[in-house]
């Protein structure tokens, strides 16, 4: 058993730092550009610094949940430099922490299930290199996720939408350990983690809804074993927890009720003339986003490829078929309303919006449960082919198995590399869907005589921000001068095209269309 941890351990030590890669190789220019809304956090983060003013809730730019942007104003506290990665370099370490949240979560989701075995799953085990049941979905649900073009994408930009499967998956995996090892210290955890991912992002909110099957599961579990008083404790931990951690900010939404729908109410299909017909089409590209045609919005993806590789969209659907197939063996009751209750709640904030679907962003909180399943299918199917008749008997199959496996991984890794780094990271559109050329005037402007007189007029359009709309956002980031003190300090200054009149003959104007 200890040559089996060790491989263990080295197997998801090796996936940690093939996720590290791909979350980190080449941050400072990889994506290109600096897309206004990362540069509103940035500049928010900025003012949350300078003035110590850290906020539970930014209102600018639609409102956004304020963790994020305050974790985001102290690292940039730390470096204080203007440039794109240091608002990035959070978002990818929210990313690589989620890959090692996916391997608990899955280890322990899967712990106890021991009647869903191949046949001769015993007659395989072998000490010295094989792996137990639950291990080997941990280490592939890590490994797809640290490979997954949706995740690495999303890791690497400055949105906080990547901290909600950060936070649901460790909070989810303590929960449950909680449950299954009736520990009380492991529910204060969970409730932490829970508690703070109501200040991540809107579609977080749906997540509460899945701790009815966790709850009615282990309480039957409890009321079995006689242990109810237990059950109820860490219950109540966790929910208190949970509790205190987000009362702030749901003080605040009861002082501002109009921020706790925020954009949501002007984009559903409530204000549609036909909402059940779009949550109809709305579902059905949602679903199909998967394996057929996929976001098109070249921030978020390759634009319409699908958000699953072919082969672990294949892998998806196996894991889905075997899950409903097995729904009713003891061990996978739980599982299915976990993960298939986390995918449909998560899918839920998607189908009702009415704008670009498909929405990679949107679904971001579906990445988890997709991932899981896909393991699930994967390993369900690596054992097939193990104890299938399809290599002649004298070979080693096990080892033939095994080596195309592994050969099948390095290709996979490769692939994610050429996908992101080349195919995406290169492309004209990307450099345009990140305003690289914002970019460029930024360090144009860095590069003037602070002394001359710089005025912007801001002729394209988008939400405004103190007057100007939000495409200056990036200007004023990569120059830092988003703070009015500032602008006085560079002599660079915004207007807006009906207010040309008031610049000074002997200033230098750029526009920003």
Not at 142 to 160: C, D, K, P, V, Y
């Amino acid at each position: 058993m200890k040559n089996n941890k060790i491989n263990k351990n080295f197997l998801l030590i090796i996936i940690l730092i093939i996720a590290a890669f791909f979350r980190f190789y080449n941050l400072k220019n990889v994506p290109p550009g600096l897309y206004p809304d990362e540069a509103m956090y940035g500049n928010n983060a900025i003012e949350a610094w300078t003035t110590k003013n850290f906020k539970v809730f930014y209102p600018e730019n639609n409102g956004r949940e304020g963790l994020f942007i305050n974790i985001q104003a102290i690292f940039w506290g730390l470096i204080k430099k203007n440039d794109p990665w240091v608002l990035r370099m959070m978002p990818a370490i929210f990313g690589f922490l989620t890959v090692l949240g996916i391997y608990f979560l899955s280890l322990e989701l899967f712990k106890k299930n021991k009647n869903y075995q191949s046949e001769n799953y015993e007659n395989n085990l072998n000490n010295n290199c094989d792996l137990k049941f639950n291990e080997k979905i941990a280490l592939l649900s890590s490994f797809i996720l640290a490979t997954s073009f949706w995740h690495i994408n999303f890791s690497r930009i400055g949105f906080r939408a990547i901290m909600a499967p950060f936070l649901s998956v460790w909070a989810f995996y303590f929960l449950i350990k909680s449950l299954n090892e009736n520990k009380k210290n492991f529910a204060i955890y969970s409730g932490i983690f829970f508690g703070l991912g109501f200040y991540t992002y809107i579609a977080y909110r749906v997540l509460p809804l899945l701790l009815i099957p966790i709850f009615f599961f282990y309480f039957k579990k409890y009321k079995t074993e006689f242990k109810i008083k237990n059950f109820y404790i860490i219950w109540i931990i966790f929910l208190i927890i949970t509790f205190l951690i987000a009362l702030p900010i749901g003080i605040y939404y009861l002082k501002n009720p109009q921020d706790f729908f925020g954009r949501t109410s002007q984009i559903s299909i409530f204000n549609s003339n036909s909402p059940i017909k779009d949550l109809i089409l709305n579902t059905i590209k949602t679903l199909g986003m998967f394996n057929f045609v996929g976001d098109f919005n070249w921030r978020h993806n390759l634009s319409g490829r699908p958000q699953l590789d072919i082969l672990i969209g294949i892998l998806f659907l196996i894991g889905i078929y075997l899950l409903i197939q097995n729904r009713n063996k003891p061990d996978l009751k739980f599982i299915n309303w976990f993960l298939f209750g986390w995918f449909i709640l998560a899918m839920f904030p998607v189908i009702i919006s009415n704008e670009g679907l498909p929405h990679a962003l949107r679904a971001i909180l579906m990445i988890p449960p997709i991932i899981i399943i896909s393991a699930f299918g994967g390993v369900n199917f690596y054992e097939k082919l193990i104890n299938s008749q399809i290599f002649i008997q004298n070979f080693n199959k096990k080892n033939i198995v095994l080596k195309l496996f592994i050969i099948l991984l390095i290709i996979f890794i490769l692939n994610s590399y050429f996908n992101y780094f080349v195919l995406w990271a290169k492309n004209k559109n990307t450099y345009d869907a990140f305003s690289s050329n914002y970019v460029e005037l930024g360090k144009y402007l860095n590069s003037l005589p602070k002394e001359k007189l710089k005025y912007i007029i801001v002729e394209a359009s988008g939400v405004e921000v103190r007057g100007i709309p939000m495409p200056a956002q990036t200007v004023m980031f990569i120059t830092n001068t988003f703070l009015p003190e500032n602008q006085k300090e560079k002599n660079i200054f915004y207007v807006l095209p009906q207010e040309k009149e008031k610049i000074p003959k002997e200033a230098l104007i750029f526009e920003i269309k």
